[in-house]
T-cell receptor, first 113, second 116 residues
Framework: DVKVTQSSRYLVKRTGEKVFLECVQD?????MFWYRQDPGLGLRLIYF???????EKGDIPEGYSVSREKKERFSLILESASTNQTSMYLC????????????FGPGTRLTVT | AQKVTQAQTEISVVEKEDVTLDCVYE???????LFWYKQPPSGELVFLIR??????QNEISGRYSWNFQKSTSSFNFTITASQVVDSAVYFC?????????????FGRGTQLTVWP
């Protein structure tokens, strides 16, 4: 079974802090994704990566950056957290070709105060 | 552009009722995949089904069934004899077939509550 893990289930940070959200997958997947989920807005894509050190902006990249130094790990960085970044963050991974479904981690609920 | 619409924000039913979750999509592509995911209260999205645009056969898996109609750009999901454990947020999503990046376009989700 594919396993996608995220470093924290719940996180509370202060405005202005630098925040790191970590995601690790164990299936040697090339593609990894970061989404945020807000009530009534569904899942919105922040960034994705199709290879080590490669990244592409999604629909809402402002205020975020990402890092992929190893194939299995994809980090989301909030350079200076703000209250409007309080949200549920979901990481996903997917292999190349074949079936197209993404596999999701359990999510990190981030609160910025 | 790709777009997925789930017009039902919330649905409440009583156990054993049948319930249908609607999904309408927009794409100019002729080849694409459609998906349904379930997000229980624990938060993790669980993959339920994938359907490619060339296969309009309906699919049944236990109490779950899916009705794909290209003519109306719809991919509806029916739960028969609903149970309390079916309570979750359900997302419909679209992927452009052949897209190596595998980006999914999600609808906003439907919150299903099944009361005992």
């Amino acid at each position: 079974d594919v396993k996608v893990t995220q470093s924290s289930r719940y996180l509370v940070k202060r405005t202005g802090e630098k925040v790191f959200l970590e995601c690790v997958q164990d299936m040697d997947h090339e593609n990894m994704f970061w989404y945020r989920q807000d009530p009534g807005l569904g899942l919105r894509l922040i960034y994705f990566s199709y290879d080590v050190k490669m990244k592409e902006k999604g629909d809402i990249p402002e205020g975020y950056s990402v890092s992929r130094e190893k194939k299995e790990r994809f980090s989301l960085i909030l350079e200076s957290a703000s209250t409007n970044q309080t949200s549920m963050y979901l990481c996903a991974s997917r292999g190349q070709g074949g079936s197209y479904e993404q596999y999701f981690g359990p999510g990190t609920r981030l609160t910025v105060t | 552009a790709q777009k997925v619409t789930q017009a039902q924000t919330e649905i409440s039913v009583v156990e054993k009722e049948d319930v249908t979750l609607d999904c309408v999509y927009e794409t100019r592509d002729t080849t694409y995949y459609l998906f349904w995911y379930k997000q229980p209260p624990s938060g993790e999205l669980v993959f339920l089904i994938r359907r490619n645009s060339f296969d309009e056969q309906n699919e049944i898996s236990g109490r779950y069934s899916w009705n794909f109609q290209k003519s109306t750009s719809s991919f509806n999901f029916t739960i028969t004899a609903s149970q309390v454990v079916d309570s979750a947020v359900y997302f419909c999503a679209l992927n452009r077939r052949g897209s190596t990046l595998g980006r999914l376009y999600f609808g906003r989700g439907t919150q299903l509550t099944v009361w005992p």
